[in-house]
Nanobody, 127 residues
Framework: QVQLVESGGGLVQAGGSLRLSCAVS????????MGWSRQAPGKEREFVAA????????SYADSMKGRFTISRDNAKNTVYLQMNSLKPEDTAVYYC????????????????????WGQGTQVTVSS
């Protein structure tokens, strides 16, 4: 089991940018595939982006492609989500998630594929 702590959320105007960070502790970070999900008020949690344990492969939800970038720094035990061209509909609590992976290239895109979750960080985009 690992502990995940998100940071970097806040209030931003539409068109602006934010970078979320997720610091991971407890196990060998480089053995985990990582992902971001979000949950808006009154809606179900949805997949945002994921990255393989090596960082060599990524996947994005269609509505985030071209605007969001997931990355990781295995030396710092941290995964990032760079969010550009933010829209009011991006307002949500953003959660970081982790799952151990034997594969260097596996990119988990399903909510049920993750074992550990952070507490979330609020992102609010004003119009």
């Amino acid at each position: 089991q690992v502990q995940l702590v998100e940071s970097g959320g806040g209030l931003v105007q539409a068109g602006g940018s934010l970078r979320l960070s997720c610091a991971v502790s407890g196990r060998t970070f480089s053995s985990y595939a990582m992902g971001w999900s979000r949950q808006a008020p009154g809606k179900e949690r949805e997949f945002v982006a994921a990255i393989s344990r090596s960082g060599g492969r990524t996947s994005y939800a269609d509505s985030m492609k071209g605007r969001f970038t997931i990355s990781r720094d295995n030396a710092k035990n941290t995964v990032y989500l760079q969010m550009n061209s933010l829209k009011p509909e991006d307002t949500a609590v953003y959660y970081c998630a982790a799952v151990q992976s034997l594969s260097q290239t596996w990119v988990p895109v399903g909510q049920y594929e993750y074992d550990d979750w952070g507490q979330g960080t609020q992102v609010t985009v004003s119009s």
